[in-house]
């Protein structure tokens, strides 16, 4: 443990701005990622987050290796609908931090974070110890959270599950949206590594939603270890797609036809499986609600932005892009549809052109090879570094991609700026733009687009 003495930067203060505060986190620990929770356990305690979320409000902890963000925006549009105080948490964030951090839909403003900041920096210092950026912005929400008074606490874990920031709050319900193949690094390279590593979420019985078919053996040990009940997709509950309006869900006590919303469906069933199987007094009337009006940037994002079409999703890894694209086939052949509904034949330029870049720790190579063989008319791609420390350089996606890429052309730029400018001027009103590989370059392409 590194004693805070011998920290030599510079601490904000309460009239530091934003920025000021969140480069210092960034520099005061000596791992961006640092897995474990004996340092910040005693932090959060001397902050008083944890009692406060054990006897103030009911908290759903949602884990999974995709899905997690749309998972925890529905939960919270349908606890808010229903007049619930309700927190969220989400990271990372595409534009602004303040994205992380929102009651009641709103993201908090910058003076509520740099207050939390302030405390949880004095309480880190009390306690001598050294915390991650995740760590100290993580217990700067829970804060927020509790003074708030909020009735639901729903909560995205970033990482894992058992050695996660998030997981010094006992949860009532937990979600797994699914497991797959992701961070090997910190999480192990096997699904049931990663599967007990997503289990360490539960706690004595509570209830589980397990949004997967498959389940490693590794989280049934954890379910019957920890006495929890458990209710997985196609089991216990499932739904089915009516018309592009509408979809029917169904659990052993009811079934619900209900309007579409905007995410995806798989997504919105586990969280209202989780809703339903909590005591919150939720009707159909707020569900009803809260799907229309539930939205997240850069999760099969569709917008017509500067004459063009733009789909926007920040699918990074195998099993993120399988679910990208079971969505975008179906999109591109309506999209398709659209364009002859207005042209007297069908256009050869209507094509799909990619913006990708990504993290350079992520399986890129899977990735181009299931957007490559996915049968999809991709005519060109265009690249480039994002602004992250961890970024793939551009000799790394043109590695990748020129080992894969035989049939459309590849551009590369200096930014993800530069290469959103070029792909919006090279192609068509008719074209469809798809966007992905990290929330990093969903981020940069939106300001880059200014709709951020």
Same mark, same amino acid.
């Given at each position: ?21 969140l ?12 897995? /474990? ?25 949602v ?5 997690? /963000? ?6 919270? *549009? ?13 990271s ?9 951090v929102?009651?009641?839909? *709103?993201?908090?403003?910058? %003076?509520?974070?740099?207050?939390a ?9 009390e306690?001598?110890?050294?915390? $991650? ?26 990482? /894992? ?36 590593e ?36 196609? %089991? ?5 797609? %009516? ?31 989780a ?9 159909? $009337? ?11 940037? /850069?999760?099969?994002?569709?917008? *017509? ?11 990074h ?9 079971? %969505? ?84 590369v730029?200096?930014?993800?700026a ?8 090279h192609? $068509? ?15 940069e ?8």
């Amino acid at each position: 443990m590194s004693d805070a003495s011998n920290m030599t930067l510079s601490t904000p203060s309460s009239q530091s701005s934003l920025t000021e505060w969140l480069d210092y986190m960034q520099q005061i620990h000596v791992s961006a990622i640092d897995m /474990g929770l004996s340092r910040v356990l005693p932090v959060a305690k001397a902050l008083g987050v944890v009692q406060s979320a054990k006897d103030d409000a009911y908290v759903f902890s949602v884990a999974g290796t995709n899905g997690k /963000g749309s998972t925890t925006a529905v939960i919270s *549009e349908m606890c808010q609908a229903a007049g619930y105080k309700t927190a969220l948490y989400q990271s990372p964030h595409l534009s602004v931090f303040n994205e992380r951090v929102r009651i009641n839909g *709103e993201m908090v403003s910058d %003076q509520i974070l740099i207050a939390a900041f302030n405390k949880v920096e004095e309480a880190r210092i009390e306690c001598e110890l050294t915390l $991650s950026f995740f760590e100290m912005t993580t217990l700067a929400a829970l804060l927020i959270f509790a003074e708030a008074d909020c009735d639901v606490w729903v909560l995205e874990v970033g990482l /894992g599950g058992r050695l996660d920031v998030v997981n010094i709050i006992d949860p009532d319900m937990a979600v797994i949206t699914n497991i797959g193949i992701d961070h090997v690094d910190w999480l192990g390279d096997t699904i049931e590594q990663i599967g007990s590593e997503k289990a360490g979420i539960l706690r004595d019985d509570i209830t589980l939603i397990y949004g997967a078919a498959d389940m490693p053996n590794s989280v049934q040990q954890a379910i019957e270890h920890h006495r929890v009940k458990c209710y997985q997709v196609g %089991q216990d509950f499932s739904y089915r797609i %009516q018309d592009s309006q509408n979809w029917q869900y169904s659990n052993a006590a009811v079934t619900l036809n209900l309007p579409r919303p905007v995410l995806s469906l798989m997504n919105t069933t586990n969280a209202l499986s989780a809703v339903l199987a909590s005591p919150l007094n939720i009707t159909t $009337s707020a569900i009803e609600q809260a799907l229309r009006a539930v939205k997240l940037a /850069g999760r099969f994002d569709y917008r *017509e932005v500067a004459e063009r079409h733009w789909l926007f999703d920040v699918a990074h890894n195998e099993q993120g892009v399988d679910f990208l694209l079971a %969505q975008l086939l179906p999109l591109w052949q309506t999209h398709v549809d659209a364009q002859l509904s207005q042209t007297a034949t069908k256009s050869s330029s209507t094509t799909i052109k990619m913006l990708f870049s990504m993290l350079g720790d992520k399986d890129m190579a899977t990735v181009v090879q299931r957007l490559v063989t996915a049968g999809l008319p991709i005519t060109d791609w265009y690249i480039a570094e994002i602004d992250h420390p961890r970024a793939a350089s551009i000799e790394q996606l043109q590695s990748t991609l020129a080992k894969q890429v035989t049939e459309a052309s590849i551009h590369v730029y200096q930014d993800i700026a530069q290469a959103t400018h070029a792909v919006t001027e090279h192609s $068509s009103s008719q074209d469809l733009i798809v966007v992905c590989g990290s929330f990093h370059t969903i981020g940069e392409a939106l300001a880059a687009l200014r709709v951020l």
